[in-house]
């Protein structure tokens, strides 16, 4: 089964880092750009970041540029977003995405919430 | 403001057709086919249902169908079933300083 799981999510002051994962499964990873979009809670979609399957590329939406990597680990069939300066406006739930303008496999959410 | 420019609800009666129309501009929708629509239930990931303007991934019932005119994409629901309601949200490729961009997202609502 084609499965991404997320995980690494939780609750964090302001400022802090946190680190998510993503786990993918049942298709072959490094052939596909992957991605991370959020959802603020009662919110719409936002793209957050993309990389490369070489992990060559990488790109960002502005807001989060400086702050957050995106990296991969082809070996383990993992993606990850690291975290930094975490502010308020950054709470919401986290999906990794296979693909990288369209994403027809997505993960169940990790939530993060920034708050003192 | 979200960079793709879509209607907050539409409703519609079963068994009638809806359209959701996503604006964008050209460096967006307007010089790329690659808009994608997704469908998104309460508590759920969202779930794909058209990708490149037009194309429909396995599995997804031939009432869901993508059009796009210069600036602006379509999602047309025919046979709307009480099943449809949910938000949906078109998405593009854009040549900005951001990768991709998202509407603001649509409330299906059948009555």
């Known amino acids: 089964e084609v499965q991404l799981v997320e995980s690494g999510g939780g609750l964090v002051q302001p400022g802090g880092s946190l680190r998510l994962s993503c786990a993918a499964s049942g298709f072959t990873f490094s052939s596909y750009r992957m991605s991370w979009v959020r959802q603020a809670p009662g919110k719409g979609l936002e793209w957050v970041a993309n990389?490369?399957?070489?992990?060559?590329?990488?790109y960002y939406v502005d807001s989060v540029k400086g702050r957050f990597t995106i990296s991969r680990d082809n070996a383990v069939n993992s993606l990850y977003l690291q975290m930094n300066s975490l502010r308020v406006e950054d709470t919401a739930f986290y999906y990794c995405?296979?693909?990288?303008?369209?994403?027809?496999?997505w993960g169940q959410g990790t939530l993060v919430t920034v708050s003192s | 403001q979200s960079a793709l420019t879509q209607p907050a609800s539409v409703s519609g009666s079963p068994g009638q057709s809806i359209t959701i129309s996503c604006t964008g501009i050209s460096s967006d929708v307007g010089n790329y086919n690659s808009v994608s629509w997704y469908q998104q239930h309460p508590g759920k990931a969202p779930k794909l249902m058209i990708y490149?303007?037009?194309n429909r991934p396995s599995g997804v019932s031939n009432r869901f169908s993508g059009s796009k005119s210069g600036n602006t994409a379509s999602l047309t629901i025919s046979g709307l079933q009480a099943e449809d309601e949910a938000d949906y949200y078109c998405s593009s490729y854009t040549s900005s300083f951001t990768y991709v961009v998202f509407g603001g997202g649509t409330k299906l609502t059948v009555l």
């Open positions: 990389i490369k399957q070489d992990g060559s590329e990488k």
């Open positions: 995405a296979r693909g990288g303008y369209n994403y027809g496999i």
């Open positions: 490149d303007v037009s």
